[in-house]
C-alpha cells in the first residue's frame, strides 16, 4: 500500500459484476465493467466556502481513457486534480468524501502526496518543459529527483520515454538541445514523456491539446489511444470531438455535479439525461 514509508502497490480491490439493467450515475457504466482504477465516494471540494464539485461519486474504469467534460467551470479540472491532490496546491482548499485508489484512501491523514504522485502523474494544459534544462534533462528530472544515479538506468528509462511519447525518432540526435526548442505539439510530448518516466500507473491530462494546432493535436490522441494499454488514462477535454476519438468512457458535468457517466458511444449516441444531450447538441455550453 502506499504510506508515508512505502511506495510498494496496494493490491487491487476486488470488484464485483454489473447487473445488465441500468445502474445509476453514482456507479460504474454497465458495459464491460473493468476493475475500477478510482472510486470517488460523496466527493465535494470547496475553494474558500465556494463548492467547486459536489457529492461526486465515480468509478474510473482501470486501463481506459475516460474524458470529463462540461461548460467552463463546471468542476472537471477540480475533479481531476483531486484524484492526485494536486489541488491542495491551492490555498484555502476544503475536502469532503473520499478518493479510493486501488481500494486505499489517498486523503488518509497519514499518506504523503508525494507519493501519491509519483503514481498518478499529470500533463497540464499549456506544456511546460524546464527551459534551463535539455530534452534529456527534461524526462529524466524526476527519476533523478528520486535519486536514481544509474547511468545505464536513467539513458534505458530516456529512450523508453520518448519512444512511449513518439517522440524518440525526431529528437534521438538533438537530446543536448533546450526543451523549449521544440514545438510546441513536441514540447507536450515532451511533458508527457516526462509524466511517464517515473512509471506511474495513471496519467491525468488536463486540455492536453487545447493550445495545439490539428496536426499536433492528432499526434497526441495517437499517443492517448497507444498509451491506455499501459496506463489509465483521464482526459479534461472541452472538446467533445476529442472526447469521442479518444476515450472508452465519458462523464458529463455541470456546475459542479456529476450528471451522467456512460460508455462514450452510448453516452453520445444516446444519453439518459436532457442536461447531457442539450450539451452535446450544442444547446448550451
Known sequence: MINSSSTSKPAMEDSTSAPESRKPVSNAPEAANPAPAFRSRNL?????????????????????????????????????????????????????????????????????????RRRIGMVFQKSNPFPTMSIADNVLV????????NRKVLNERLEKSLRQAALWDEVKHDLGKPGISLSGGQ???LCIARAIAVEPEVLLMDEPASA????????????????????????????MQQASRVSDYTA???????????????????????????YITGRFG
Open 44 to 116: 465535494s471540494i470547496f475553494y474558500s466556502n465556494k463548492p467547486a464539485i459536489k457529492d461526486v461519486t465515480l468509478d474510473v474504469p482501470s486501463r481506459k481513457v475516460t474524458a470529463i467534460i462540461g461548460p467552463s467551470g463546471c468542476g472537471k479540472s477540480t475533479f481531476l486534480r483531486a484524484l492526485n491532490r494536486m489541488h491542495e496546491l491551492v490555498p484555502h482548499t476544503r475536502v469532503e468524501g473520499e478518493v479510493l485508489f486501488e481500494g486505499q484512501n489517498l486523503y488518509a491523514p497519514n499518506l504523503d502526496p508525494t507519493l501519491v
Open 142 to 149: 524526476g527519476l533523478r529527483l528520486n535519486g536514481v544515479r
Open 187 to 189: 514540447q507536450q510530448r
Open 212 to 239: 495545439l494546432d490539428p496536426i499536433a493535436t492528432m499526434k497526441v490522441e495517437e499517443l492517448i489511444r497507444e498509451l491506455c494499454a499501459k496506463y489509465t488514462i483521464v482526459i479534461v477535454t472541452h472538446n
Open 252 to 278: 458529463f458535468f455541470f456546475l459542479g455535479n456529476l450528471v451522467e457517466f456512460d460508455g462514450t458511444d452510448r453516452l453520445f449516441s444516446n444519453p439518459k439525461e436532457r442536461q447531457t444531450e442539450d
